[in-house]
């Protein structure tokens, strides 16, 4: 009993050591937004909060159009999310679920895919953007992304795992077509996959940066990376200045995954007691 309650010790010592390492540089970043710059570069390190916050926003909103940039990101990540969640799910759920010519063949591509680095496609894409007339355009950002291997993958192995071929059967007794049995059957068991997928790829979009620094040429249209990079001085940085950006940027991910993460969980434990 005692080396049971040791093990038990041991273990959620080294979990809360775990999540203090893991949760120290957002801490960091909630410091240094409310530092001067000075003390950015102090030793030993300020550890406790300034009282430069409201000073630091203030002057990020003055230096550049921080809400319009936070708009743009907002509409771009949000559409290609949903894009992404609805197009992925849909050729996952075919991968995992149907038979049909070239099936395997397509899924090895689709592999295939996921081991190019994407910044070898980064000149061959702006080509395609330039001929279709789409540079300076959130379209650049949109439609390229709306559809992605990775996504396509992580549904295809979630649902042929999860989703019972005798379910399928019986549908297709009652009358289903492929997108009767997508939408009724299919997603609603998909939602867990659908919650991380959906974070996974709204935080990408949302962190996106150097596709945007190419395509986008109206600074009205910025997303905030873009932004926030102007923020850097060419000779001298206010780094007190940009890590309140930062902050900024930061704060709407950190609510998305809490209730992402809080949706997850549920969908998990409801699927737990299902079974």
Same mark, same amino acid.
């Given at each position: 009993?005692?080396?049971?309650?040791?093990?038990?010790?041991?273990?959620?010592?080294?979990?809360?050591? #775990?999540?203090?390492?893991?949760?120290?540089?957002?801490?960091?970043?909630?410091?240094?937004?409310?530092?001067?710059?000075?003390?950015?570069?102090?030793?030993?390190?300020?550890?406790?909060?300034? *009282?430069?916050?409201?000073?630091?926003?203030?002057?990020?909103?003055?230096?550049?159009?921080?809400?319009?940039? &936070?708009?743009?990101?907002?509409?771009?990540?949000?559409?290609?999310?949903?894009?992404?969640?609805?197009?992925?799910?849909?050729? #996952? &759920?075919?991968?995992?679920?149907?038979?049909?010519?070239?099936?395997?063949?397509?899924?090895?591509?689709?592999?295939?895919?996921?081991?190019?680095?994407?910044?070898?496609?980064?000149?061959?894409?702006?080509?395609?953007?330039?001929?279709? #007339?789409?540079? #300076?355009?959130?379209?650049?950002?949109?439609?390229?992304?709306?559809?992605?291997? &990775? *996504?396509?993958?992580?549904?295809?192995?979630?649902?042929?795992?999860?989703?019972?071929?005798?379910?399928?059967?019986?549908?297709?007794?009652?009358?289903?077509?492929?997108?009767?049995?997508?939408?009724?059957?299919?997603?609603?068991?998909?939602?867990?996959?659908?919650?991380?997928? *959906?974070?996974?790829? &709204?935080?990408?979009?949302?962190?996106?940066?150097?596709?945007?620094?190419?395509?986008?040429?109206?600074?009205?249209?910025?997303?905030?990376?873009?932004?926030?990079?102007?923020?850097?001085?060419?000779?001298?940085?206010?780094?007190?200045?940009?890590?309140?950006?930062?902050?900024?940027?930061?704060?709407?991910?950190?609510?998305?995954?809490?209730?992402?993460?809080?949706?997850?969980?549920?969908?998990?434990?409801?699927?737990?007691?299902?079974?």
């Amino acid at each position: 009993m005692a080396s049971k309650h040791l093990k038990s010790l041991v273990l959620y010592t080294g979990l809360i050591g #775990g999540m203090l390492i893991s949760m120290f540089p957002f801490y960091w970043l909630i410091v240094m937004s409310t530092r001067t710059t000075s003390d950015i570069y102090k030793f030993p390190p300020q550890l406790w909060f300034g *009282g430069e916050l409201w000073n630091n926003i203030t002057r990020v909103l003055q230096q550049i159009d921080f809400w319009g940039a &936070f708009l743009n990101t907002l509409f771009v990540s949000g559409v290609v999310t949903l894009l992404v969640l609805f197009f992925d799910s849909l050729a #996952g &759920f075919a991968f995992a679920k149907f038979e049909f010519p070239g099936k395997k063949w397509l899924f090895v591509l689709l592999l295939a895919t996921m081991m190019v680095p994407s910044q070898l496609s980064l000149v061959p894409s702006f080509v395609l953007m330039a001929t279709f #007339g789409w540079v #300076g355009s959130f379209k650049a950002l949109i439609i390229p992304g709306m559809v992605n291997a &990775f *996504g396509i993958f992580w549904i295809r192995q979630y649902a042929t795992e999860s989703i019972p071929s005798d379910l399928l059967d019986a549908g297709r007794i009652d009358g289903c077509n492929f997108f009767r049995l997508y939408w009724n059957v299919a997603l609603p068991i998909l939602r867990p996959a659908f919650a991380f997928l *959906g974070a996974f790829t &709204f935080i990408g979009v949302w962190n996106d940066y150097l596709w945007p620094l190419i395509v986008l040429t109206d600074a009205r249209k910025y997303t905030l990376q873009i932004a926030l990079s102007q923020l850097n001085g060419l000779y001298n940085t206010d780094y007190a200045m940009v890590i309140a950006g930062t902050l900024l940027a930061v704060i709407p991910l950190i609510i998305m995954f809490l209730f992402i993460s809080r949706q997850f969980i549920s969908d998990i434990a409801a699927g737990a007691v299902k079974d």
